[in-house]
């Protein structure tokens, strides 16, 4: 434990802090309340314990993290590099590279090589800093396959200086010989209670007012994505003011869900037989601006418990769903697509 | 001589005549010391583009409205020059990805990064962000959507991003997350007309009957930009207004019109050789073939009787407009659109025989 003490002081002493506080008022809460520390990530218990295991042992493997947004990852791999480095080594140990730097072949090869070069300084005080650098390749689900296999040759060429740590949302994405070069880490989504936990300190500390309803629909509404719930705490609290408590009917409106009356209004229209019914409701639901993959999947959820339905009814509804869904995702226009659910289910239904 | 949709757009969040609840958050948004990123979506002609200039406005007070236009060259990692004009005041820049297809990423990359290393040189500046306002959103490639992640959250310190797009369906789920989602519906045809008289009093043409402005709301589809499009030209054709003056039409949704005539009249080889013809000059003439064939399919719809054919129409509109996205050739998709309607139709037309 003295190790992060220690770091942190020296933390405090830097110059740059005096600055940084003054910033700090203005800085949106998803970084102010980044965590800093392994300490300080909540949920993810599994990936931390062993990761701080492999950091004592001096012996970093390559690392591969991967899980759905707003999870941690990257302040996972910051707060490590941090804890291991310190605030002061941490600019020249640690490479950044993101989908939005030139990631080709050859850049990738050259950036690596002389990051990799750039001999490693001794030790500063009496910390003992290990003697390897850390390369952070963030979204690497975007990288082109190619990419990623002259990326093999590289890790293995400069393996005694560096450590690659690889990020990204889908494991699927990155080719296996690659992946299984690394120590795997999966990032869940947040459970309720961490969310929860870190959504009432943010509270505290911003004083903001809060029911604990909306605290509720606020966890529900991001599905374990703790940027997007708070994200949307600091907007409902922009929006409402200091003084006013902030209740679920904000939360809903920020999250953009769509109303229940809309999807019920939809629902209600697959026992209609009237093309103009129909038409003239969808017309609606797209002028007004819901997105069609939301409006699919509220109904989705609505399906299950529809008791107009019978069983076989349903499977069928649900493979209407299922077409629906790859075309939106193909690009097709959502009104027509939108349509023609709706009037396929109304003639399997009514 | 501008056109009344662009000389009588609102300019500060103030003026916006409809969605007054999302108008006054907002300013109390701009008026607390951060703001997030943006990704407001709607669908066309519901006052996205205006609204969002009203927020630069409210930001940055009337410097934001001093535009310049400057043509600047972008290199590709494979050594191509791209031109692009962009649109820029002293507090913001506002760039439209669709406009360098697949180069997107190169594009956006090297924008956000000049900004986000200049600091706001302005010292009386309200703010201490510049803003890039992304129209079309929906067109970044999923690379440029991917390379947006990390630089949203890198360069939070100075620099904002607002994103302009139709549906949220096509925006990943990071950069969904990244941002603070703000839905403009479009109006409804009360909040339309309303808006229509306020503008022909303006010009002093006045009085607008009430029924024709509500045949021209419907007639836009809730599109406001179409509404006063079309209300200006009405205007041209007969002045004073009339309350039963035609309502006017572009010249291609009347030609679409005849393709849909000739449809209904005869379901025969022949008759689909003469709709191929139609086609082919449709797209000579730049008519984004999805809208060729949502405008026809509308046009069939109507004009059909009868529940169930009109719900078979719409399935296979949206069933060929899918295939025509995700395909090559759209002539291929648009014909088989057809061949398949003539055949529908013409079975329909037999059963209701016997
Ligand atoms: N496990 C966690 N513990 C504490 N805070 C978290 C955690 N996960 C996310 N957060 C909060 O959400 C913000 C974003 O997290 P982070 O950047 O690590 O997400 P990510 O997993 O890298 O997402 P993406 O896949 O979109 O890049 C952080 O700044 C922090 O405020
Ligand atoms: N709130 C509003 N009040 C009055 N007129 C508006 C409003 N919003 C938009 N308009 C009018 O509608 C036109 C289209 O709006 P625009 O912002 O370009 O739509 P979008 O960006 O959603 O396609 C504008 O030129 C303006 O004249
Ligand atoms: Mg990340
Ligand atoms: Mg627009």
Known sequence: MSFFAKRQTTAGSSSATANATAAA???????????????????????????????????????????????????????LARDIYGPEMIGSRVLELNASDERGIQVIREKVKNFARSTVSHNIGTQSCPPYKIIILDEADSMTADAQSALRRTMETYSKLTRFCLICNYVTRIIEPLASRCAKFRFRPLEEKHSRERLEMICRQEEVKISPEAILSLIRVSEGDLRKAIMYLQSASRLIGKDTEIDEDVIADIAGTVPESVIDGLEGCWLSKEYKTIATEVQNVIADGHSASKVLSQLHSRLLKNEHL??????????????????????????LQLLSMMTRVSSIAA | MALWVDKHRPTNLDKLDY?????????????????????????????????????????????????????????????????????????????????????????????????????????SAQKRFKVVVIHEADLLTRDAQAGLRRTMEKYMGNLRIIMCCNTTS?????????????????????????????????????????????????????????????????????HPFKEDQEIPRMDWED??????????????????????????????????????????????????????????????????????????KAIFHLEAFVAKIMSVYKRHLMSMDM
């Open chain 1, 25 to 79: 008022a203005n800085k949106p809460w998803i970084e102010k309340y980044r965590p800093k520390t392994m300490d300080d990530i909540s949920s993810q218990e599994q990936a931390v314990a062993v990761l701080k295991k492999t950091m004592e042992s001096q012996n970093l493997p390559h690392l591969l993290f991967y899980g759905p947004p707003g999870t941690g990852k990257t302040s996972t791999i910051l707060a």
């Open chain 1, 310 to 335: 019978s069983p076989l009814q349903k499977a069928k509804v649900a493979e209407i769903f299922g077409d629906m869904d790859k075309c939106l995702c193909d690009g097709a226009d959502e009104q």
């Open chain 2, 19 to 123: 969605h007054t609840d999302l108008s006054a958050h907002l300013k109390k948004l701009c008026a607390s010391g951060d703001f997030p990123h943006m990704l407001v979506f709607g669908p066309p002609g519901a006052g996205k583009k205006t609204r969002v200039v009203a927020i630069l406005r409210e930001l940055f007070g009337p410097g934001a409205e001093k535009i310049k236009i400057d043509q600047r060259i972008f290199e590709t990692p494979s050594k191509r020059k791209l031109e692009l004009n962009i649109v820029s005041s002293n507090y913001h820049l506002e760039v439209n990805p669709s406009d360098v297809g697949n180069y997107d990423r190169v594009v956006i990359q090297d924008l956000l990064k000049e900004v986000a290393q200049t600091q706001q040189v302005d010292a």
């Open chain 2, 170 to 238: 096509k925006i990943i789920g990071p950069i969904q997350s990244r941002c603070l989602l703000v839905r403009v519906g479009a109006p409804t045809y009360s909040e339309m007309v309303k808006v229509m008289h306020k503008v022909v009093k303006k010009e002093h043409c006045g009085p607008l009957p009430e029924s024709l402005a509500f045949r021209l709301a419907e007639e836009s589809g809730r599109n406001l930009r179409r509404a006063l499009l079309m209300l200006e030209t009405a205007k041209v054709q007969s």
């Open chain 2, 255 to 328: 030609f679409i019109r005849t393709v849909r005539v000739q449809i209904l009249k005869a379901q025969t080889p022949e008759s689909l050789q003469a709709v191929r013809g139609q086609m082919y000059e449709l797209i000579n003439h730049c008519i984004e073939p999805a809208a060729i064939l949502k405008t026809l399919a509308k046009e069939l719809i109507d004009r059909v009787e009868g529940n169930e054919i009109k719900m078979r129409f719409a399935q296979e509109a949206a069933f060929y407009e899918h295939r025509l996205r995700t395909g090559q």
